[in-house]
């Protein structure tokens, strides 16, 4: 397994997401390692979490999903390209859709495992299924399509 996260990586200027980014303070710090097959992230919910007493709010287990399925996506391609993540050409990826399936209440006070596994990567997109793991159970899973985008292109609406 990497000894740093695949979001160590990414570039200062894209590094602000609320999921993922280094340099957002507000944010969630997910962070995933590869290990060349899949992704694994750890994520503790903090009390601001918290949907109902004990249960960790569905709409922050899809964020840190959806950033570190996205992780995944890049790590993959990176190895599909048989290089290195600090290496030019920079890959940044979007979500392109994010299939969450709740299954049981996800619980509070425990930390969480995430595995994101890759199962077709191609130049232009990742198809991805990660499940979230409390003490071994799997509460949610979900399916995601993570597409290959130019990193600091910015996004005008209305084009």
């Not at 990497?2 to 609320?18: G, M, S």
């Not at 993922?20 to 390692?33: I, S, W």
């Not at 391609?77 to 299939?99: D, F, K």
């Not at 619980?107 to 409390?134: F, Q, S, W």
């Amino acid at each position: 397994m990497n000894d740093q996260p695949i979001q160590n990586f990414y570039d200062d200027e894209i590094a602000i997401c609320f999921g993922c980014g280094r340099h957002n303070t507000k944010g969630l710090h997910v962070q995933t390692f590869w290990d060349g097959d899949k992704g694994v992230c750890h994520f503790t919910p903090q009390p601001e979490h918290t949907a109902f007493p004990n249960v960790v709010y569905g709409g922050i287990l899809a964020s840190v999903i959806d950033c570190h399925s996205i992780g995944t996506a890049v790590a993959a391609m990176y190895q599909r390209e048989g290089r290195a993540p600090s290496t030019s050409p920079e890959i940044t990826c979007v979500t392109g859709n994010l299939n969450v399936t709740y299954h049981k209440p996800t619980p509070m006070g425990i930390t969480l495992v995430l595995h994101a596994t890759p199962y077709e990567v191609t130049d232009r997109k990742a198809l991805l299924r990660c499940v979230v793991l409390a003490d071994g159970i799997e509460t949610v899973s979900a399916e995601v399509v993570a597409v290959r985008v130019k990193a600091r292109s910015g996004v005008t609406l209305g084009e």
